[in-house]
T-cell receptor
Framework: GAVVSQHPSRVICKSGTSVKIECRSLDFQATTMFWYRQFPKKSLMLMAT?????????EQGVEKDKFLINHASLTLSTLTVTSAHPEDSSFYICSAPSNRDYYGYTFGSGTRLTVV | AQSVAQPEDQVNVAEGNPLTVKCTYSVSGNPYLFWYVQYPNRGLQFLLK??????LVKGSYGFEAEFNKSQTSFHLKKPSALVSDSALYFC?????????????FGAGTRLTVKP
């Protein structure tokens, strides 16, 4: 089946530094990828939609300059948290529409970001 | 825009008993409905979906869900719960008539199965 590989699974960084999270579709081409943020015991909040070859579409209230998204190829999308602060600590998950028959999304395993 | 409601934050059942996790939806076009399960610090795993056809959908790990158009519901069920079913469950909906891929999730229901 379709697989989305996300890494790192966990990262701890210092305030003010930047962190890059990668999501790769391993056995299918993903022209679109979605980035979610999940707070403890909360649902997934859609942050942005990345599109291969064009700019990402951000949801209202999400800072474009804080959360940089690049969809470099049909199999790779990256989320960079710039100048991270402790309030950026969260669980970040990517997903991609996998195939026509499924109609759903395939999710990465998530990245736990802790900013200290 | 499409939306999903999961009215229960928490569901507790005893092992061996049947379980139900509730979900209602709102969508302007045809609903594509999904259930996902999440274990701690992991991504979401697909359980089952309803796109069209039979209202009773069977999925992974013995789970099933019934699509009820008149009640706009898609409740998740399992005849006999296992302790290992304890996890966070999300209902999700896409608007089948739309051209975008936007999927919306419910707030999640934490299922705890006690031995």
């Amino acid at each position: 089946g379709a697989v989305v590989s996300q890494h790192p699974s966990r990262v701890i960084c210092k305030s003010g530094t930047s962190v890059k999270i990668e999501c790769r579709s391993l056995d299918f081409q993903a022209t679109t990828m979605f980035w979610y943020r999940q707070f403890p015991k909360k649902s997934l909040m859609l942050m942005a939609t990345s599109n291969e070859g064009s700019k990402a579409t951000y949801e209202q209230g999400v800072e474009k300059d804080k959360f940089l998204i690049n969809h470099a190829s049909l199999t790779l999308s990256t989320l960079t948290v710039t100048s991270a602060h402790p309030e950026d600590s969260s669980f970040y998950i990517c997903s991609a529409p996998s195939n026509r028959d499924y109609y759903g999304y395939t999710f990465g395993s998530g990245t736990r970001l802790t900013v200290v | 825009a499409q939306s999903v409601a999961q009215p229960e934050d928490q569901v507790n059942v005893a092992e061996g008993n049947p379980l139900t996790v509730k979900c209602t939806y709102s969508v302007s076009g045809n609903p594509y409905l999904f259930w996902y399960v999440q274990y701690p610090n992991r991504g979401l795993q697909f359980l089952l979906k309803y796109i069209t056809g039979d209202n009773l959908v069977k999925g992974s790990y013995g789970f099933e869900a019934e699509f009820n158009k008149s009640q706009t519901s898609f409740h998740l069920k399992k005849p006999s719960a296992l302790v290992s079913d304890s996890a966070l469950y999300f209902c999700a909906v896409r608007d089948g008539a739309g051209n975008n891929n936007d999927m919306r999730f419910g707030a999640g229901t934490r299922l705890t199965v006690k031995p």
